[in-house]
């Protein structure tokens, strides 16, 4: 079993900052793919970028540029550095530990709001 925390979210204008993080506990995930989603009202949860066991990431293309995804195994802790933010960015975002391709963790989500 892998718990997932996420923190970070917030409240910013556009064109501002954010750096969320997700602290694993339970497993230790330096071998697991991690990745961040994001879920807007009533909307399924997208894809926002992943990051394998060896360092190799992926970007939705929307963030493609704007969001960085990194990992500190020695933590157990990923995190998703967003920049440029614009209001459509707003929504709950999610992060996620895949042990397996079939089997995914997910966290309780945090919130970002970009104000216009």
């Known amino acids: 079993q892998v718990q997932l925390v996420e923190s970070g979210g917030g409240l910013v204008q556009a064109g501002g900052s954010l750096r969320l993080s997700c602290a694993a506990s339970g497993s230790d995930v330096s071998t697991m793919s991690m990745g961040w989603y994001r879920q807007y009202p009533r909307n399924q949860r997208d894809l926002v970028a992943t990051i394998t066991s060896a360092g190799t990431t992926n970007y939705a293309s929307s963030v493609k540029g704007r969001f960085t995804i990194s990992r500190d195994n020695a933590n157990n802790t990923v995190y998703l550095q967003m920049n440029s933010l614009k209001p459509e960015d707003t929504a709950v975002y999610y992060c996620?530990?895949?042990?397996?391709?079939?089997?995914?963790?997910w966290g309780q989500g945090t919130q970002v709001t970009v104000s216009s």
């Open positions: 996620n530990a895949r042990p397996i391709p079939t089997i995914f963790y």
